[in-house]
């Protein structure tokens, strides 16, 4: 029996656009995330501290009041959701609003493993390329981002992971539209609220737990390699 056998299309919607939203966060949190990593590890400037808390204010906060500061800001109404729509750009109740709460509430922790892996990078190395004649920006990549690989690799499957199993800053911000915005945790929710639905809540939890538990795996794969290049 096949995954899409196993699973009724309500959930195997759910899965699929789940995996669709991660994805898209992650890969469009992450040039952000290794900037913004780059700039805590290696820069000392006034307001260091409060650039870091508002990076990891996500992971303070509880996801509802994120969700709605999303809505708020980039809803048809928001300052930025009025000045998007215009141009097609819609996040309020559609599936890339889902992508950006996804990629907010992941950015901490993809931040934090990319930033760790700037630390460890021995500066002489940067150093002597540099006495060579090398652009800083041919330094970044072709030296420093490939030292960093490991960590990087690891923060973006954090990230991902995390994405994964995002709710509540996802239902404020989009609802739970089945087939449009109805993430694998919002149908969960939704399943468990309804007669019958615990055996496609038990599915998809155990789905869930499966790509967690892989993406774990693999994190802790790669800080172990990063452990051993260090």
């Known amino acids: 029996m096949s995954v899409s056998d196993w699973l009724g299309p309500q959930e195997w919607q759910a899965v699929t ?29 006034p307001g260091h501290g409060l650039i870091s808390g508002i990076v990891h204010l996500p992971l303070i906060l509880p996801p509802v009041v994120t969700g709605y500061l999303l809505l708020i800001t980039f809803g048809t109404k928001g300052p930025v959701g009025s ?26 922790l993809t931040v934090r493993a990319i930033r760790l892996g700037f630390e460890a990078v021995d500066p002489r190395l940067e150093q002597a390329a540099a006495t060579l004649g090398a652009p800083r920006f041919w330094i970044f ?17 954090l990230g991902f992971a995390k994405a994964m199993g995002e709710f509540g800053a996802t239902i404020t911000f989009v609802s739970n539209i089945p087939g449009q915005t109805q993430t694998l945790p919002s149908a969960i929710y939704a399943f468990l609220e309804t ?3 615990e055996g496609p809540a038990m599915r998809l939890v ?4 499966v790509i967690a538990m892989a993406a774990v795996f693999l994190s802790e794969a790669l800080a172990r390699r990063a452990a051993r290049h260090r």
């Open 17 to 45: 656009l789940s995996l669709r939203v991660s994805l898209v966060a992650t890969l469009a949190s992450l040039p952000f995330a290794i900037a913004v990593a780059w700039l805590l590890a290696r820069r000392s400037f």
């Open 83 to 108: 000045l998007l729509q215009p141009l097609g750009i819609v996040f309020a109740f559609r599936w890339t609003g889902a992508a950006l709460a996804a990629a907010i509430m992941s950015f901490p």
């Open 141 to 157: 990549f072709t030296v420093t981002l490939p030292l960093i690989g490991p960590a990087l690799l690891a923060g973006a499957t």
């Open 195 to 197: 007669p019958g639905g």
């Open 206 to 209: 155990l789905v869930s737990i």
